[in-house]
Nanobody, 125 residues
Framework: QRQLVESGGGLVQPGGSLRLSCAAS????????IGWFRQAPGKEREGVSC????????YYADSVKGRFTISKDNAKSTVYLQMNSLKPEDTAVYYC??????????????????WGQGTQVTVSS
């Protein structure tokens, strides 16, 4: 069974850092682009960042540009989201998703075939 599992969420103070991981099981990520999304309470799920299957192309939402970094380790079938300078407005459940096609920040969420269960990130003092 093909699954994505996120980890690394938690409670952090404003200005702090977290690194989220998205690990694939039952398949490899060599031919999948990966997107990170988040959903805050009362808001729609939004795209945060995405990375091409090779890891050579990365994209970021304007709200996280310069603070978040996405990376991909195909040998480990894992994608990371390094989040620095976190703000309270970054508080959300973060999800990763896999798409067997090229993606960018405009790619609709329905283009992603596999989704993780989400990991909570809370930024608060």
């Amino acid at each position: 069974q093909r699954q994505l599992v996120e980890s690394g969420g938690g409670l952090v103070q404003p200005g702090g850092s977290l690194r989220l991981s998205c690990a694939a099981s039952g398949f490899t990520l060599d031919y999948y682009a990966i997107g990170w999304f988040r959903q805050a309470p009362g808001k729609e799920r939004e795209g945060v960042s995405c990375i091409s299957s090779s890891g050579g192309d990365t994209y970021y939402a304007d709200s996280v540009k310069g603070r978040f970094t996405i990376s991909k380790d195909n040998a480990k079938s894992t994608v990371y989201l390094q989040m620095n300078s976190l703000k309270p407005e970054d508080t959300a459940v973060y999800y990763c998703a896999a798409a067997p096609r090229p993606v960018d920040v405009t790619t609709p969420q329905y283009e992603y075939d596999y989704w993780g269960q989400g990991t909570q990130v809370t930024v608060s003092s």
